[in-house]
């Protein structure tokens, strides 16, 4: 089975460095997904890695470590508009035909404040 | 912008009736995925299609079924709504390769979603 934990809720400071952590234990593994949903909206692809390390976009930066089934998604010089959910996703690989489902965490909520 | 369109983007279904979600995948895209989003919580997988054929299914009864067209587009259907049925329907566009979709790549962009309530 796939299980994925991130934490709920997060606060932090416009201007500021913020990591969101995500744990997963999957029966496969094909990939972990980052998305970026505010509310009302669909999810937005952020980033995606499938090897160990850190992959830089811009002022976000995701990091994987299979080993310790870990990643977490760094996001620098906070704005106001940083302010939604954040789904860790993993992406699966079952059977022959190979499902290529993503399971997702439930998400964390970060409020940004001035 | 994604380039993958559902439509309706909300509707309101009595429980009971029977409901069709629509959803065109990117450009270059060839696999759809549904997901069903209740509020507050993430994404949770339904099916996906691959050349045609369901390619892989969630923890979801057998009410629920899909289809896809030859131009990869693709149909969620809703049969003996649910209260619980209630929730934001997402399709989400992808590209896989090779005779059994074993070969994929990095992008999975979503729709912009149907929100449905059950009534």
């Known amino acids: 089975g796939q299980n994925i934990d991130q934490p709920t809720e997060m606060t932090a400071t416009e201007g500021a460095i913020v990591q969101i952590n995500c744990t997963y234990q999957?029966?496969?593994?094909?990939?972990l997904f980052w998305y970026q949903q505010h509310a009302g909206e669909a999810p937005t692809f952020l980033s995606y890695n499938v090897l160990d390390g850190l992959e830089e976009k811009g002022r976000f930066s995701s990091f994987l470590s299979r080993s310790k089934g870990y990643s977490y998604l760094l996001l620098k010089e906070l704005q106001m508009k940083d302010s939604a959910s954040y789904l860790c996703a993993v992406r699966d690989q079952r059977g022959p035909t190979g499902r290529r489902a993503l399971t997702f965490g439930s998400g964390t909520r970060l409020q940004v404040q001035p | 912008e994604t380039g993958v369109t559902q439509s309706p983007t909300h509707l309101i279904k009595t429980r009971g009736q029977q409901v069709t979600l629509r959803c065109s995948s990117q450009?270059?895209?060839?696999?759809v995925s549904w997901y069903q989003q209740a509020l507050g919580q993430g994404p949770q997988f339904i099916f996906q299609?691959?050349?045609?054929?369901?390619?892989g299914r969630g923890n979801f009864p057998p009410r629920f079924s899909g289809l896809q067209f030859p131009n990869y587009s693709s149909e969620l259907n809703v049969n003996a709504l649910e209260l619980d049925d209630s929730a934001l329907y997402l399709c989400?566009?992808?590209?896989?390769?090779?005779?059994?979709?074993?070969?994929?790549?990095?992008?999975?962009?979503f729709g912009e979603g149907s929100w449905l309530t059950v009534v």
């Open positions: 299609y691959y050349r045609e054929e369901e390619n």
């Open positions: 989400a566009s992808s590209f896989l390769r090779g005779a059994a979709g074993s070969l994929s790549g990095n992008t999975i962009y």
């Open positions: 450009s270059g895209h060839n696999t």
């Open positions: 999957t029966s496969g593994f094909n990939g």
